[in-house]
């Protein structure tokens, strides 16, 4: 059988990567892949749906036993790619997506060169502070620090295979599918 494809998507807070994956995610032969963390959960997450919630010591086992793809440290907490769903599915025929951070697309992209990375813009800097504040979940100084940490990550595009802007969200959907169908069509 023909192994899917390991796709790795990003994009700063606020281009609406969120918005765009759950549309694209209704085609059932895409896996979404659950990161694992040991940071609490917040009000309205799902143990299992948003994150697997683990403590130190579990994921430091998984970690000991090579059971992630790849885990960064932030903030004081563990976060990590399980490797085991994505490898069974990949497996399967099933495309896999993981939704990472830049850090960690890099870090899969050394371990995994056929992973395929997808950078999701906001049309422009101006949209992405709009869209924070009209999100009204951030202060005003949290809103800067995520414009800030925007345009480093934005900076980092030019080192995914595609980027795709996320001004009219139909598109947006419609680039993800042609580059996913694309890439199923590739020789090599
Ligand atoms: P939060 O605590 O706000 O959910 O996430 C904090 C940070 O961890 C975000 O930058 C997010 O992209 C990153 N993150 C979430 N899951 C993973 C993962 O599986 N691997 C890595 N390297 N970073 C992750």
Redesign the pocket.
């Known amino acids: 059988m023909k192994k899917g494809i390991l796709f790795v998507v990003s994009g700063p807070s606020g281009c609406g990567k969120g918005t765009v994956l759950a549309q694209v995610l209704q085609d059932p032969n895409l896996y979404y892949s659950v990161?694992a963390?040991t940071?609490s959960m917040r009000e309205g997450e799902v143990d299992g749906v948003n994150y697997q919630f683990l403590d130190r010591a579990q994921f430091e086992t998984l970690i000991e036993n090579d059971g992630m793809l790849?885990?960064?440290e932030?903030c004081g907490n563990y976060?990590?790619?399980p490797r085991k769903p994505v490898e069974e599915h990949l497996a399967a025929g099933h495309h896999v997506v993981l939704e990472?951070?830049v850090?960690?697309a890099m870090h899969v992209k050394e371990k995994c060169p056929d992973a395929v990375l997808l950078f999701l813009m906001p049309p422009s800097i101006d949209v992405l502070k709009k869209r924070l504040v009209g999100r009204g979940t951030e202060s005003p100084d949290v809103v800067e620090k995520r414009v800030a940490q925007a345009e480093r990550e934005i900076q980092c595009a030019h080192q995914y295979d595609y980027a795709v802007v996320n001004d009219v969200l139909e598109d947006a959907v419609a680039d993800v599918r042609a580059i996913i169908r694309a890439e199923e069509c590739r020789t090599k």
């Open positions: 990161s963390t940071r790849e885990h960064a932030y976060y990590g790619t990472i951070d850090v960690g």
